[in-house]
């Protein structure tokens, strides 16, 4: 059983405990739920965007204990401040030391920032549960949906006013689950089987994403030039965690690595 064969498991089990204790009726009543929505697709498409999507997270199965004293709200604000693009917040809490409350902290924090809700969808339930934490997008992740999944979850996730991530890892996965009912595809460059890192993955990918998708490249991303690169290969999103979170300072980092994007930068 893989890592992430374990982390489905397990949601399959919490998220029918959630559901038992907070019916989608419950949810749809909480303040949130109504909220309007904001683009994620439009804030990495805007001119002058960083197109950073800068990720609040603990720890992770591959990595351990990343940063566990930092507060969601607080990180999220700095990055906000230090100019993301689009915010990510993990709420799974087993592997990634995350919760519900960490978004909802996020949200009050940055109002004006779109937040993506990090997380193993599989689920409707879980979909819901995002919009009235205050989501404005939820991730979709190939390696554990099929793709009839894929198209009943971002359709339902459209039908909430939500905007949907697609993740894949490899050329199988986009070709079986790319659908138009999603907004953004990311290329995670972390296999999920194995929690190995090989940055290759989003150049190689690139030009088999079409264009009117919003390309976002996920993982392992550390230096400018990378992201530059990246950029030349079309993508318009920057899905970074780790590298920001393993600093005393997230937000400082985020500056930094705004700051280097900004300069001229011999890419190779």
């Known amino acids: 059983m893989t890592i992430l064969d374990k982390i489905v498991a397990e949601k399959r089990q919490e998220v029918a405990q959630r559901e038992a204790e907070a019916p989608t009726a419950q949810l749809e009543q909480l303040p949130l739920f109504t909220r309007p929505v904001l683009s994620a697709r439009a804030a990495l498409t805007a001119a002058g965007s960083t197109g950073i999507i800068a990720e609040f997270k603990r720890r992770s199965p591959s990595k351990g204990v990343i940063n566990d004293t930092a507060e969601a709200g607080a990180t999220t604000a700095g990055y906000a401040a230090a100019g993301a693009a689009v915010l990510s917040v993990?709420?799974?809490e087993p592997f990634f030391g995350g919760t519900p409350a960490d978004l909802q902290?996020?949200?009050?924090?940055?109002?004006?920032?779109?937040?993506?809700?990090?997380?193993?969808?599989?689920?409707?339930?879980?979909?819901?549960?995002?919009r009235a934490l205050g989501a404005d997008l939820v991730l979709l992740i190939a390696s554990c949906l099929t793709p009839a999944e894929v198209v009943q979850f971002s359709r339902f996730a459209h039908a909430l006013g939500l905007e949907v991530l697609l993740e894949v890892h490899d050329e199988n996965?986009?070709?079986?689950?790319l659908t138009n009912s999603v907004d953004l595809v990311g290329v995670n460059n972390r296999n999920l089987a194995t929690f190995a890192t090989d940055v290759d993955t989003s150049a190689r990918l690139a030009a088999l994403i079409p264009?009117?998708?919003?390309?976002?490249?996920?993982?392992?991303?550390?230096?400018?030039?990378?992201?530059?690169a990246l950029r030349q290969a079309g993508y318009q999103?920057?899905?970074?965690?780790?590298?920001?979170?393993?600093?005393?300072?997230?937000?400082?980092?985020?500056?930094?690595?705004?700051?280097?994007?900004?300069?001229p930068v011999s890419v190779s």
Not at 105 to 130: H, M, N, V, W
Not at 173 to 177: G, T, V
Not at 214 to 222: D, F, I, P, Y
Not at 243 to 255: E, H, N, Q, S, Y
């Open 173 to 177: 996965e986009l070709r079986s689950h």
């Open 211 to 228: 264009n009117h998708f919003v390309r976002v490249a996920e993982s392992g991303l550390q230096h400018a030039s990378t992201i530059l």
């Open 105 to 130: 902290a996020a949200r009050t924090a940055c109002p004006g920032t779109p937040i993506l809700r990090k997380d193993f969808i599989i689920s409707e339930y879980q979909i819901t549960e995002a």
């Open 237 to 263: 999103g920057f899905l970074i965690g780790e590298t920001f979170m393993k600093t005393a300072d997230p937000a400082a980092a985020l500056t930094g690595l705004v700051a280097e994007l900004s300069a």
């Open 90 to 92: 993990l709420t799974d």
